[in-house]
Structures are given as C-alpha cells and as structure tokens.
C-alpha cells in the first residue's frame, strides 16, 4: 500500500506487481503513477480500473486470462517512446481514445488479447502490433487515425468478429497497417472492412473472410483511392481465402486486384 500526496509524480522502473489492482496506492487527483522502463505488472483477478495507468519505458502486463474493464474511470496512456505489450488479457470497455499512444514513436503491443469495443473507439497516434491472435468484437467501429505503421507480426491473426475496422489515417499513405509475411492473418467473421479516399493497400499476407463481409470505401473514384489486394510484385501478393458459404462484398468504391497470380 502506497500513499502518494498531491502534485507529485512517483515513477516505478525495473518492479514488478504481483496480483496488482489500483487499491495498493491511495492517491489524490493531482498525483500520477507512471510505470517506468522494467515495470511488470501481473493482474491475478478480474477488475475494473480506478485510474488511468501511464508507461513509459518498456513495460509489460501480463493478464492470466482474466478481464481488465476500462470504462468509466480507467485509460492506458504510453508515453513517446514507450513500448507496452498486454498480454492474454480480455480488454472491455473499449471506447473513443481510452487507449492510446503519445505521438508516433510510442508503440502498443497485443499478445493473445480479446479487445472489446463497448462505443466507437479511435486510435489515433503511435502504432499497433498485434502478436498470435487477437481478436476483436463488438459491433461498433475501430477507426485507425494514426500516422505511424501498425503490423500483424509473423504467426499471428487479427480476429475482427461482428465488427468494423475503419482505415483513416491523416496521411496519404495506403500501406500503414500491414500484414507482415504470408502467416499473417486478417481474418473477417460477419465484419466490415472500411477505407477513406486514401485507400487501404493490403499485401503480402493472408484475408480469410467467413461468413458475410463488406468492403466500404465511400467517395473513391481512381483506383488509388480504393482498396488494393496485392501490388503488382511477386513477393507482394496477398493471399484470400474465402471461406465455405462465405462472401466479401464491395458496398462501395473501388476494388483494385493487383496479386501477380492468376485471380
């Protein structure tokens, strides 16, 4: 148990919080906690968070399979330059900006995570990496704002379960969310994937699609402005499996096939 006093900022590096939950510090509204470089923090049962929860540094929490609700009170903020990795947690309560990176350089790593969006939320700086499968639900839509490069690494899967996943980034850039190699999963079940005009570019990795799925892209014209599957190199094309029963329907925009094998 911590008592911290107003207008202060205690900063934890290299500790590690077995069975932690935001009851071990009694702080005032003026106070931040960071967890600093080193900073392990292990979540033993299901809880709701009380605070928002500041990392710098490389840190890591680690979730046993339990649930970390977020709303109403909680946030995850990395600071520029951070690097956390969540880990085999069930995130819920997913909603505007309650989970977030401080400028481009600070990154968010999912590892085995259930992310589940309770509203509309938004990414909006840093980048994304998602590791083994991550899976993410509810019917409401994930919107992709940041300038930053996000990735599916090697052996992984990004699950979008009854969900939207909204590509809008503030650049003119179609290549920012990426699938890393061949075992690199996209995987649609009943999902809607959805671009602005600048386009979204997928290449090199696997689209599964399962049951209905949609392609948005409202107001393209040009094929640069649209989807793009592949990109005219050997070693860029992207491959899809639709799946028994399964459709990928375009609601809207342009639909460019650019893999250099046979459609």
Not at 103 to 119: E, M
Request: proline residues 3%.
């Amino acid at each position: 148990w911590l008592l911290a006093v107003p207008d202060l900022q205690v900063t934890f590096k290299n500790v590690v919080f077995k069975n932690y939950t935001d009851a071990v510090f009694d702080v005032g509204t003026d106070t931040n906690i960071v967890f600093g470089d080193g900073v392990h923090l292990e979540i033993a049962a299901a809880q709701t968070m009380q605070r928002g929860w500041i990392f710098s540094g490389s840190t890591e929490v680690f979730g046993h399979a339990t649930q970390l609700t977020i709303e109403p009170l909680g946030s995850l903020f990395v600071l520029p330059g951070g690097y956390l990795t969540l880990h085999n947690l069930k995130i819920d309560g997913l909603k505007a900006n309650n989970v977030r990176c401080s400028g481009d350089t600070a990154t968010l790593a999912f590892k085995q995570c259930d992310l589940c969006l309770s509203h509309n939320f938004s990414f909006t700086s840093g980048s994304i990496e998602f590791f083994q499968e991550v899976r993410m639900t509810g019917t409401n839509r994930f919107t992709y704002e940041s300038d930053a490069t996000s990735v599916v690494a090697p052996c992984s899967r990004l699950f979008l379960d009854n969900t939207t996943f909204v590509y809008a980034p503030n650049t003119e850039n179609r290549d920012l969310f990426m699938l890393f190699d061949k075992t690199s999963e996209l995987y649609l079940d009943g999902s809607t994937l959805e671009s602005t005009t600048t386009g979204l570019r997928l290449t090199t990795g696997t689209l599964i699609a399962e049951n209905k799925n949609f392609l948005v892209n409202d107001g393209a014209v040009g094929l640069s402005e649209g989807f793009a599957f592949g990109n005219q190199e050997v070693n860029g094309d992207l491959n899809i499996i639709i799946k028994p029963g399964a459709t990928l329907q375009l609601l809207s925009g342009v639909l460019d096939y650019q893999n250099m094998d046979t459609p």
